[in-house]
């Protein structure tokens, strides 16, 4: 079962009234607004830190090598990105 804490939350009236606008736009309540903004700056405050990590202990020697090996097949048509394939039809980089 969820628990739910109370916090008074003091913002400056300029922000209250974007975030009371944008709320009412998805028609949620403010409070439900405020839960959702506070929830995905956690979960992208923790992905920063995850990613951060990962980088900490990469092994960039190991991937420089694995990258410029020999072998391997040559890329085929379809393999490019989007924005190559896209490129490559129109002249012209996927904006």
């Known amino acids: 079962m969820t628990q739910n804490a109370t916090y008074p939350l003091r913002l400056p009236k300029s922000v209250k009234a974007a975030a009371e606008a ?3 736009e998805e028609g949620i309540s403010m409070n439900q607004f405020v839960s959702t903004a506070v929830a995905e700056k956690l979960v992208a405050m923790k992905t920063a830190t995850f990613f951060s990590e990962r980088r900490s202990r990469a092994d960039t020697q190991a991937l420089r090598s694995l990258l410029t090996r020999e ?3 040559a890329p085929r048509e379809g ?3 989007p924005a ?3 490129k490559a039809k129109t002249g012209k ?3």
Do not use: M, N, V, Y
Request: net charge neutral; hydrophobic share 35%; proline share 0%.
């Open 84 to 86: 190559s394939r896209t």
């Open 71 to 73: 072998g391997g097949q």
């Open 79 to 81: 393999d490019e990105g």
């Open 93 to 95: 980089a996927a904006a």
């Open 22 to 24: 944008l709320a009412r």
